[in-house]
């Protein structure tokens, strides 16, 4: 673990993300005491603020994310001590001196780039000009890296000409939920589940990420990237690596990263000869969620557009451990609930010797979002004399974390990932070998629609995707955990 930061720069501080995620994230871990107490926060950004203009807008986020009770006020005014500002347009090399100055010292710090990715290319040279790429500078990146393998090999490139691999840390947001990190503890603490956690126990495994939302302006953003890159190359395959990775030595950064670069690695290529029964495309049309009305994709756009703003996969790890075990992926916007989980179908028992009882198989199921719970359906008799024999009935057994934990504040994903950030933890951010080994499945299924003209098929805004994403499970016998 590097040394731990005692400066903090934020590109982009004056953006939606700052204001919602990142201020107050580090406010909460600045008034818990774990921040180092020298901590500075310079933000920066093109915005023409000064020094008190950039604490009032950060007061402002505070208010506007943190309830009245857990923001006191001289804990507050202690952390807008800590910010200060300085305005850059980072297209201009010049700009940066002024910002090395303000930083001092770059031997202990910590650098977030929230940017447009245009801008990655020049920050990065502006900040290796000013002598802030030297040893002990680390950079965080987040999302999006790219549009494409290509692409995100020259960010990648662009960034490893200063700064080496150990001080990169790529966000992605879902590495620090709360639940994802209980997939570790789920299944390398427990003896109970790693048995059976392989071809042999289990039939099938589902990922389901839903939205209600639809395009909350963010549409020239999504319509060039659509539902298969915005949400399945990043958050939907690494949650698909931790389920499906060896159990690594240490929980270390390299050997946990090393596993989840196997798996990405072991996935079956989806080509143009498999995007027909392998995948669904759809784009929202008007519909409703909750009684209340919602417009069609086109109509929120204002143009016409192929992009799917719905995306269902079926997938497979081409290794020892999951070989024939499918693995469903379905993401979309305008869905009926806004819903992450991951369901784990384990296989029924071999006989059954409770004559014609109806059985179910066990079923795991890890909620992620909103409602963070692990889940496990298990056959148990129903009370009763029994005089015809013993009934059964699937039961869950539910562990409601915020409930088990209720003497536990509950931390948003940022609050971790920057706390690694400024202590040099990389074991929950994406190495450059599992990003590129994400884009190239990503291609792969990008060129099968293309070369096969697969287009995007209609579904109502509150349903579940078009009707083909149910065939895509049910051809196999398997439904979708609606």
């Known amino acids: 673990m590097s040394a731990i930061a ?4 934020l590109f982009g501080a004056t953006g939606d993300l700052s204001r919602r995620m990142l201020i107050p994230s580090l406010f909460g871990l600045a008034h818990d005491g774990l921040l180092h107490p020298d901590l500075r926060i310079i933000g920066t950004a093109r915005s023409a603020l000064d020094v008190a203009e950039f604490r009032a807008m950060a007061a402002a986020a505070l208010e506007s994310a943190i309830e009245a009770d857990r923001r006191p006020a001289a804990a507050v005014a202690a952390f807008l001590d800590r910010l200060t500002y300085v305005s850059l347009d980072a ?3 010049a700009g940066f001196s002024a910002l090395a ?8 710090l910590a650098i977030f780039l929230s940017t447009a990715p245009s801008l990655f290319g020049p920050t990065i040279a502006g900040l290796s000009g000013a002598g802030l790429a030297t040893e002990g500078a680390r950079l965080a990146l987040e999302k999006p890296l790219g549009h494409d393998l290509a692409s ?4 990648n490139d662009a960034v490893a000409s200063a700064y080496p691999e150990h001080r990169i840390f790529r966000i ?12 570790l503890a789920l299944r390398f603490g ?3 589940f790693e048995p059976l956690w392989n071809a042999t126990g289990i039939s099938s495994v589902q990922i389901s990420v839903g939205e209600t939302v639809g395009l909350e302006k963010r549409g020239d953003y999504y319509d060039g990237m659509g539902a298969l890159r915005d949400m399945v190359q990043n958050h939907m ?22 596993e989840k670069v196997k798996v990405l690695r072991s996935l079956r290529p989806i080509t143009a000869a498999d995007v027909a029964t392998h995948s669904v495309r759809g784009q929202y049309a008007a519909g409703a969620i909750h009684g209340q009305p919602m417009p069609g994709y086109l109509e929120e756009l204002g143009r016409a557009s192929d992009t799917e703003t719905f995306v269902a996969l079926k997938a497979h790890v081409d290794n020892w451990r999951w070989k024939g075990v499918p693995f469903y992926l379905r993401t979309g916007k305008r869905m009926p609930e806004r819903v992450s989980e991951i369901i784990v179908q384990f296989r029924p028992v071999p006989h059954s010797m409770f004559g014609g009882a109806a059985m179910q198989a066990n079923k795991l199921i890890i909620s992620i979002q909103p409602d963070e719970n692990v889940g496990l359906m298990m056959m148990a008799k129903l009370p009763g004399l029994d005089r015809d024999g013993l009934k059964l009935r699937a039961v869950p057994l539910d562990i409601g974390l915020p409930g088990a934990f209720a003497d536990v504040r509950r931390r948003i994903a940022y609050e971790r990932l920057l706390l690694d950030l400024v202590e040099g933890r990389q074991t929950l951010f994406v190495r450059r070998d599992e990003v590129e080994a994400q884009w190239q499945w990503i291609d792969a299924i990008r060129a099968g629609w293309a070369s096969t003209g697969m287009a995007a098929r209609p579904y109502a805004a509150g349903t579940w995707g078009p009707s083909a994403a149910i065939a895509l499970t049910e051809r196999d016998g398997v439904s979708w955990h609606d």
């Open 101 to 108: 100055a303000e930083v001092g010292d770059p031997a202990r």
């Open 172 to 183: 992605d947001h879902y590495l620090g939920k709360e639940t994802v990190q209980n997939l």
């Open 152 to 155: 995100s090999c020259a960010i």
């Open 6 to 9: 005692t400066s903090l720069l």
């Open 91 to 93: 297209t201009q090399p």
């Open 237 to 258: 395959l690494q949650l698909l690596a931790l389920v499906a990775m060896e159990p690594p030595a240490r929980l270390d950064p390299t050997d946990v990263r090393d």
């Open 190 to 192: 427990n003896i109970l």
